[in-house]
């Protein structure tokens, strides 16, 4: 780091001894932050990081990550192979001249970027300095140009911006703003895009906030959530129609009924699929709910009898109101469907909204934080699991009932890949965060939508991957990360967002390999 | 604080026990951490486990607390008058009768907030029904309050109360060992396990926490506490249990026990203050 500014004034023992502690420390942080992210599915994973050693400088990470973006690239936009070939289309990619090509755009991306980070970094310092001692830093000359600059960013960024944010109504009136457009845009869209908004963001969005409460509040790793939207419309097929399904309800009900229903049976599920696997922790939960998952897929592919096998479902009535005075078909337009989705999402989040601040939602968050220490302090931590996987669940089978009734499915509409795509939609949006996970689906679903005709469907999670994989080092808390605990009410420089954190002890404590460690081994 | 259904912490006007260990044995393959440990300890008093690195008292703990589960032996605990057995329950029925621990190697929450990390607690004695908090009726605003109140009192106790919105991965060293107790203290226990709340704290710390767990014990509620530091020790405990290679090897006053040649043999060539220090 040698473009740093220098600071006058010090002598350079001082500052390189500063300097060289601000950099350990930062990168201590670092460190502690990856640990607790790793440790965050509730599994005590033992030591270790689980980074290679070359990847810890930040630059040389970025660098990787810019490369591996090339690579990706390339393989995306070059020729494909064959059942012959298979290797043609890697090779096809690679030749000298789009290699080169490739890997001089990765550097270029790389130092864009490192260029990007040192600027706001100069602005933020100097804007810290200039609000903190007003114009000395500026009088002492090094780096005075960007002063005026980072100056007004910093009283912009404190000022008005911060007043706004904390202030009373800013919460409900960006909400608002989000609801307005999501109400008034859409009508203006093509009829693809807009089924595009029910059946690939809509659905996924509210999958994405019931899959949260279960990674994201509880911190429990469940692969096999899937199975849940697919429990919602076979129930959903069962009780709406008497001959879509080789098997049906004795009596049917309007598809509205459905929710309820469905609701109530996926929860269930839930709790039968929790009761016995929610003791496992981490990794073992997440396969088992992974094999949960295939079950659900082959019973329905396989079960010809009782769901109709791989034909899968079609002619299910839609969704209708029939009061006396009302009549209101949803019929097969997408826009009508959208804005079902959209009352129930918003529905569903200020539900979870309240529920996160409550009681039930603290002692999420302690099981996800330290499930030990939970337990101990008298949080019932298998009940608490429990409700989350079946609110997880029901919400799931909420979104399974909008799908039914809105079109055809079959048992591959519920695969592992739409599992991992929920789950890709909660890291990317941000684990734990409401808005953040209806954002994600929108941006990546969207994103998948617009490319649909650039890039063949088949390539499409070679995208996922590469976004979650620059996600996770650029921005693992996901795109709109929860608020965490409300920052220090301290005014001045303590309040600024790098304050380094005084280190846990839990990793570095005497005796690592303690009794609580092993408590943990003994349950 | 309002009606609670799990026997609170209102100590007991009759004098007796308030813990009474008998004959625990704990083994890990060939491996015997506890055996044939008891003990028994008077209501209100503040009762300490001593003994080498390994002996078994962080066991013992663990055994109490439910976290692990002794082959052989009982434990029981009088909340009130009634007793209650301790072994076979798991950790949160224990910690929801009454009896509440801090840990060794310090278990906080630590992105959540000191008055959160106090709030877990506390709200373990509240009303039940997860739903409840879905609707802001006056009721659940009240008991919000008074959650927050009795939060906020738990800090101040423990002097804490000037970093109630920090996280409290952001506290330091001696900070996250009182946030712990405050936690404990949260879920109004009627018996506090403390499993070395000196370890790495500096001479005033110690004083304060010798103020502190006679402040506890002043609100009746009864201390065990595993602690290496034999003065500090002296300072608060009436009555000494020392472990060694999982039994007990003596018990009763400190300057008894400190004359002990049992638990001078013990201590041989491990002084007191070898886990001592930061
Ligand atoms: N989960 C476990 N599995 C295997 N052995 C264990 C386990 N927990 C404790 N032990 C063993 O039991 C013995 C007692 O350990 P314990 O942690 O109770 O000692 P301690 O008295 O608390 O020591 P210290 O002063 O170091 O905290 C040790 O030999 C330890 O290795
Ligand atoms: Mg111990």
Redesign the interface.
């Known amino acids: 780091m040698k473009l740093r500014r220098p600071a006058p004034r010090r002598s350079p023992a001082v500052r390189s001894h500063s300097v060289r502690a601000r950099k350990a420390q930062s990168r201590r942080a670092q460190l502690?932050e990856l640990r607790?992210r790793m440790a965050r599915p509730g599994a005590a994973r033992p030591g270790g990081v689980p980074w290679p050693v070359v990847a810890r400088s930040p630059a040389a990470r970025r660098l990787g990550a810019c490369l591996f973006l090339a690579v990706i690239a390339a393989v995306v936009t070059g020729p494909s192979g064959d059942a012959d070939r298979p290797l043609a289309g890697i090779e096809g990619s690679f030749t000298p001249a789009r290699a080169a090509g490739f890997a001089a755009g990765g550097l270029a991306l790389w130092a864009l970027s490192i260029g990007a980070d040192r600027l706001t970094t100069r602005l933020r310092s100097a804007g810290h300095g200039a609000a903190l001692g007003g114009g000395r830093l500026a009088a002492l000359g090094g780096g005075a140009w960007v002063t005026p600059a980072g100056a007004a960013w910093a009283s912009f960024r404190r000022g008005r911006w911060a007043a706004f944010r904390r202030g009373r109504w800013s919460a409900p009136a960006g909400n608002l703003a989000l609801l307005a457009v999501a109400v008034a845009v859409p009508p203006l869209l093509s009829t693809a895009a807009q089924q595009a908004l029910v059946s690939e963001i809509g659905i996924y969005a509210l999958l994405a906030l019931g899959l949260n409460v279960v990674v994201g509040y509880a911190g429990l790793l469940d692969l096999g959530y899937i199975a849940f939207f697919a429990i919602g419309a076979y129930t959903t097929a069962y009780v709406t129609s008497a001959d879509a399904m080789p098997w049906h309800a004795p009596w049917q009900v309007n598809p509205f009924f459905a929710l309820p229903v469905a609701l109530v049976v996926a929860a269930v599920a839930g709790v039968v699929l929790g009761g016995p696997t929610l003791r496992l922790r981490g990794d073992y939960l997440a396969i088992v709910t992974l094999g949960f998952g295939e079950i659900v897929q082959l019973l329905a592919n396989n079960a010809d009898g009782v769901t109709g096998g791989p034909r899968g479902v079609f002619g299910l009535p839609p969704l209708s109101v029939d009061l006396p005075g009302v009549h209101y078909s949803w019929g097969l337009r997408p826009l009508p469907y959208y804005y079902l989705l959209v009352v129930l999402i918003v529905l569903v989040m200020v539900?979870f909204g309240?529920?996160e601040?409550?009681?039930?939602?603290?002692?999420w968050?302690?099981i996800r934080?330290?499930e030990?220490?939970?337990?101990?302090?008298?949080?019932?931590?298998m009940r608490?699991k429990l409700?989350a996987f079946a609110v997880g669940a029901s919400v799931s089978g909420f979104a399974g009932v909008v799908l039914a009734t809105k079109q055809f499915f079959n048992p591959q509409t519920f695969g592992l890949q739409s599992s991992l795509l929920v789950l890709t939609i909660v890291i990317f949006g941000g684990m734990g965060s409401r808005l953040g996970v209806v954002l994600g689906a929108l941006v990546l679903q969207g994103t998948a939508f617009l490319l649909r005709d650039t890039v063949p469907p088949a390539d499409r999670y070679i995208y996922f991957g590469a976004v979650v994989i620059l996600m996770m080092i650029f921005r693992p808390q996901g795109l709109l990360p929860p608020r965490?605990?409300?920052?220090?009410?301290s005014p001045g420089p303590a309040a600024a967002p790098e304050?380094p954190?005084?280190p846990?002890?839990?990793a570095g404590?005497?005796?690592p390999a303690?009794?609580?460690?092993s408590?943990e081994a003994?349950? | 604080m309002t009606g609670r259904p799990i026997p609170g912490p209102r100590p007991s006007t009759t004098l007796g026990p308030v813990l009474d260990v008998r004959d625990v044995t704990l083994r890990f393959g060939g491996l015997t951490s506890l055996d044939g440990v008891s003990l028994r300890q008077d209501r209100g008093s503040v009762l300490a486990v001593i003994g080498p690195n390994g002996a078994g008292k962080?066991?013992l703990f663990?055994c109490l607390?439910g976290?692990?589960r002794p082959q052989r032996g009982s434990a029981r605990f009088w909340p009130a008058d009634d007793g209650v057995e301790l072994v076979g329950r798991?950790?949160?029925r224990v910690?929801?009768l009454g009896v509440?621990?801090t840990?060794?190697?310090?278990?906080?929450?630590?992105?959540?907030?000191a008055v959160?990390n106090v709030?877990?607690?506390v709200?373990?004695?509240?009303r039940p029904g997860?739903l409840?908090?879905?609707?802001?009726t006056r009721a659940v605003r009240r008991e919000e309050r008074e959650t927050l109140d009795r939060c906020h009192e738990l800090l101040d106790f423990v002097g804490l109360g000037h970093r109630a919105?920090?996280?409290?991965?952001?506290?330091?060293?001696g900070e996250?060992r009182r946030l712990e107790i405050a936690?404990?203290l949260?879920?109004s226990p009627s018996l506090l396990l403390l499993?070395e709340p000196a370890?790495?704290a500096t001479a005033a710390e110690r004083t304060d926490l010798v103020t502190l767990i006679h402040a506890i014990a002043g609100r009746g509620i009864s201390v065990l506490l595993i602690e290496h530091d034999i003065r500090l020790v002296a300072a608060v405990a009436r009555a000494i249990v020392v472990l060694n290679f999982g039994r007990v090897i003596a018990a009763g006053r400190p300057d008894e026990v400190r004359a002990d040649p049992a638990v001078v043999e013990a201590y041989l060539g491990e002084p007191d203050e070898r886990?001592d220090g930061p």
């Open positions: 502690r607790s539900v309240r529920w601040r409550s009681r039930t939602g603290r002692a968050t302690a934080q330290d030990v220490a939970a337990e101990a302090t008298g949080v019932a931590t608490m409700l965490g605990p409300r920052a220090p009410a304050r954190a005084v846990t002890e839990r404590a005497p005796g303690g009794p609580a460690a408590t003994a349950r | 962080t066991s663990n607390t976290a692990y798991s950790p949160h910690a929801r509440a621990r840990f060794q190697n310090i278990r906080l929450f630590p992105e959540m907030s959160e709030q877990v607690g709200e373990v004695r509240a997860a409840r908090g879905l609707l802001p919105e920090r996280p409290a991965a952001a506290l330091a060293y996250q936690r404990a949260g879920t499993d370890a790495g886990r």
